[in-house]
């Protein structure tokens, strides 16, 4: 599955994990290759690892399980109350040697301190901080932040908590974080674009910097139907339903296979996949024939049982693929973790890509895409995210020129990123 050879740094970062038992922060600009190495860990570690992520579409990217269902932990605020374990997730728990959490940028201080709780409570080691266990976080803080939640969410982050972030967490008052930072970048080659983006994270961009990327931006997008990344789900729809009505030809529904219990909002493709002839798509997956990989683009040339798709003017027939949703368990008759299917999508592994929201785009790479910030952009770290999905700078185009407000740091993440004093993971 992952067959990148790894860098030095890389190397420098999977050893460090596989040797020692600190505590682990694997962080990096975009397109350091954090995932890249993650998936390398998965492949090859030699502990007793299980891997998961704060959203399900996060954690079935690696292949592990959502914190809440890993945990068995309740939805919301988890703050002191009581934290239920049956025997068996006690033996699981109770197994592990690591926990890696991927995107960790959008894990809430509170859902790591249950963690930490949930941990030492399974493995009866009430004073030691996660129970005794190693964790290794894999995130970039300059990209997405947790989701605020309602109003009385708010107002507890704001009386128990300094901020709703990951490094804030009441544990870190307790054990030490060690920070790794990788620093070559291998999605973008173009020393002035890697530079251009740094500012962009860094909110640092200047009128110089702004005046380059909006003449570059302000080309006539091309209409050869490259990708649009809109910060909002609707702006999303409304794009991909109006390029598929302006089709000719008919809809064709393909309907998704469930079995077992996927739980709801976490459907790894459309449920209802609508696709006509001639219509934009991107693979979900990526292909164990290296014909395509998860985040291609390519057009819908054939319908019947199967689907045809042509990517780079080679046609492809697609089959439906399978994702499948694991839960850890333990085995008493190996002492041993196992990694269970507990439920099955089946579904062609496509969705209609004349536009993604940001969100979506989080983690992918693309040649060129129109970055579309609507009426603003609202969170931190959205635009960035938008501008570092592109390879090339000449594959940047902007639906309006940029403004100062589309860039916002939060000024949290500022303030641990200045202290954190990361580790370069090798030296130089
Ligand atoms: N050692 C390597 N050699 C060559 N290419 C690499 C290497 N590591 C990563 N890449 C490539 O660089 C691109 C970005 O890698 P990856 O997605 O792992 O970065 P990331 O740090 O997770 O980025 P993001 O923060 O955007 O999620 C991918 O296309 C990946 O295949
Ligand atoms: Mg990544």
């Not at 420098?12 to 600009?29: C, H, K, L, Q, S």
């Not at 967490?169 to 930072?181: M, N, P, R």
């Not at 990694?339 to 969100?359: G, N, S, Y």
Request: net charge negative; hydrophobic share 40%; proline share 5%.
């Amino acid at each position: 599955m992952s067959d990148i050879a790894l860098s030095p740094e890389q190397q420098a970062v999977f050893d460090a994990i596989e040797t020692t038992r600190e505590n682990i922060f694997v962080t990096g600009r975009a397109g350091t290759g954090k995932s890249t190495l993650l998936n390398h860990l998965s492949w090859n570690t030699s502990k007793q690892i299980v891997i998961c992520a704060p959203t399900g579409v996060a954690a079935l990217n690696v292949g592990g399980q959502t914190i809440h269902s890993l945990f068995r932990l309740p939805i919301g605020v988890i703050a002191d109350h009581e934290i239920e374990q049956s025997n068996e997730l006690r033996k699981l728990l109770g197994t592990i040697e690591t926990v890696v959490i991927d995107e960790v940028s959008m894990v809430n201080a509170d859902l790591l301190d249950a963690v930490d709780r949930s941990l030492r409570q399974a493995r009866a080691r009430p004073r030691e901080p996660f129970g005794g266990v190693q964790i290794v976080l894999f995130g970039d803080p300059y990209q997405l932040a947790p989701v605020p939640g309602d109003g009385d969410e708010r107002a507890y982050f704001e009386d128990q908590y300094r901020s709703m972030w990951f490094f804030d967490a009441k544990v870190w008052s307790q054990t030490d974080l060690l920070i790794y930072e990788l620093s070559t970048i291998h999605r973008q080659h173009e020393d002035e674009f890697k530079w251009m983006l740094n500012a962009v994270r860094h909110g640092r961009v200047t009128a110089e910097i702004a005046a380059r990327l909006n003449e570059m931006g302000a080309r006539p997008a091309p209409t050869d139907g490259t990708i649009t990344l809109a910060t909002t789900n609707a702006t999303v729809t409304r794009i991909n339903a109006t390029q598929l009505a302006r089709l000719p030809g008919r809809v064709r529904t393909a309907r998704a296979d469930l079995s077992g219990e996927f739980g709801g909002r976490s459907y790894p493709a459309d449920e209802a996949l609508e696709l006509k002839v001639g219509a934009q798509v991107m693979f979900l997956r990526n292909d164990s024939d290296q014909r395509w990989v998860n985040g291609s683009i390519g057009t819908v040339t054939k319908i019947d049982s199967t689907v045809w798709v042509e990517v780079d003017g080679e046609q492809h027939e697609v089959q439906p693929a399978v994702w499948e949703k694991y839960r850890y368990s333990y085995s008493p008759l190996t002492k041993s973790l196992k990694k269970d299917i507990v439920a099955e999508f089946t579904q062609f592994p496509l969705r209609l890509a004349w536009a993604v929201t940001i969100h979506k785009s989080q983690g992918k790479t693309y040649d060129s895409a129109i970055v579309d910030l609507g009426t603003r952009s609202f969170a931190p770290g959205q635009t960035y995210v938008a501008l570092s999905r592109i390879s090339r700078l000449d594959g940047l185009y902007l639906s309006r020129p940029l403004r100062p407000s589309d860039i916002i740091v939060d000024e949290n993440v500022l303030r641990f990123m200045s202290r954190a004093a990361p580790i370069p993971a090798i030296e130089a």
